[in-house]
């Protein structure tokens, strides 16, 4: 993952990637961490190579389907390279779009033998979610969609108010992302700084605890993602927190020295 192809996975680095031990390709769009989203055109790319590599299978993590901004679209391997069906498992559930991430319902399409392989699983192991959170995803997953449009134009306002309040810091450089309600700032300027107790702030990780400390914010170390040095922040609260929390997080990297 590299901030320099929009944290995309490129058609060239999946094609140097790929090993005869390779056996899924994970696709996550828009993404957590990053907000990154795949163009039609990226996914299209993408399946090229695995044209070439028919062993390898593809899971894509649609989970953030409904959360794109202005003109951004989302798309998904499935209709983008359905010649692909027979190994693409399209994953997807409540927990975002309906901020309904307590009821625990997620579901999957894909290949009959993968999807009864999967059941036998489950059916061994947690059994099934609870008949009344399914009976509330089929409610919401059917119901009136209109509420939608409010909520995005509320995410991407908010998008824009933490990108902008993030960037009055001289130290941090945030990208706008497309899609989810992340971003992914990268905070390499700050490693080998120290904090006014003259602690050191060797990796993200420390970052991360000195803005939980110093400026009660919770953001998530990049480490955590196997992609350093990073932070992530999101943007799934309230106005008024966001505004603070931005202003303190700024205030406390102007301490650093
Ligand atoms: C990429 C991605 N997939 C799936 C999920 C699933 O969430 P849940 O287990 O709440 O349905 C999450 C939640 O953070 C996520 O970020």
Request: charged share 15%; hydrophobic share 45%; aromatic share 8%.
């Given at each position: 993952?590299?901030?320099g192809?929009g944290?995309?996975?490129t058609?060239a ?5 790929v090993?005869?031990d390779t056996?899924w390709?994970?696709?996550?769009s828009?993404?957590?961490p ?7 055109v990226?996914?299209a790319?993408?399946a090229?190579?695995?044209r070439?590599?028919p062993?390898?299978?593809v899971?894509s993590d649609?989970?953030?389907e409904k959360?794109?901004y202005g ?15 027979d190994?693409?498992l399209t994953?997807?559930?409540?927990s ?12 999957g399409?894909g290949?009959?033998?993968?999807i009864?392989?999967?059941?036998t699983?489950?059916?061994?192991t ?8 399914q009976?509330?995803?089929v409610?919401?997953?059917?119901g ?6 409010e909520?995005?134009a509320?995410y ?39 904090t ?14 000195y803005l939980?400390?110093h ?5 998530v170390?990049?480490?955590?993602f ?5 932070f992530?922040?999101?943007y ?10 931005c ?11």
């Amino acid at each position: 993952m590299r901030s320099g192809d929009g944290f995309k996975l490129t058609a060239a680095a999946l094609e140097e990637a790929v090993s005869s031990d390779t056996k899924w390709l994970l696709l996550n769009s828009p993404s957590n961490p990053t907000g990154a989203v795949y163009s039609p055109v990226e996914l299209a790319e993408l399946a090229e190579v695995l044209r070439r590599h028919p062993s390898v299978l593809v899971l894509s993590d649609d989970i953030y389907e409904k959360l794109v901004y202005g003109a951004v679209e989302f798309a998904t391997m499935a209709s983008v390279a359905p010649d692909l069906a027979d190994r693409t498992l399209t994953v997807n559930g409540v927990s975002k779009t309906y901020a309904m991430t307590g009821w625990r319902v997620g579901y999957g399409a894909g290949p009959a033998d993968l999807i009864a392989a999967m059941n036998t699983i489950q059916s061994q192991t947690t059994s099934h979610t609870s008949s009344i959170s399914q009976h509330a995803a089929v409610a919401a997953l059917s119901g009136e969609q209109g509420f939608l449009e409010e909520i995005i134009a509320t995410y991407d306002y908010r998008r824009h108010l933490v990108v902008g309040a993030l960037n009055e810091s001289k130290f941090l450089n945030v990208i706008l992302p497309d899609g989810a309600f992340y971003l992914y700032v990268d905070c390499s300027e700050l490693i080998g700084s120290s904090t006014p107790q003259g602690q050191p702030i060797a990796s993200d990780v420390d970052l991360a605890s000195y803005l939980l400390e110093h400026a009660s914010v919770a953001v998530v170390p990049g480490t955590g993602f196997l992609a350093s040095a990073f932070f992530r922040i999101s943007y799934a609260a309230a106005t008024d927190d966001l505004e603070r929390g931005c202003a303190q997080i700024v205030d406390s990297l102007n301490q650093l020295t």
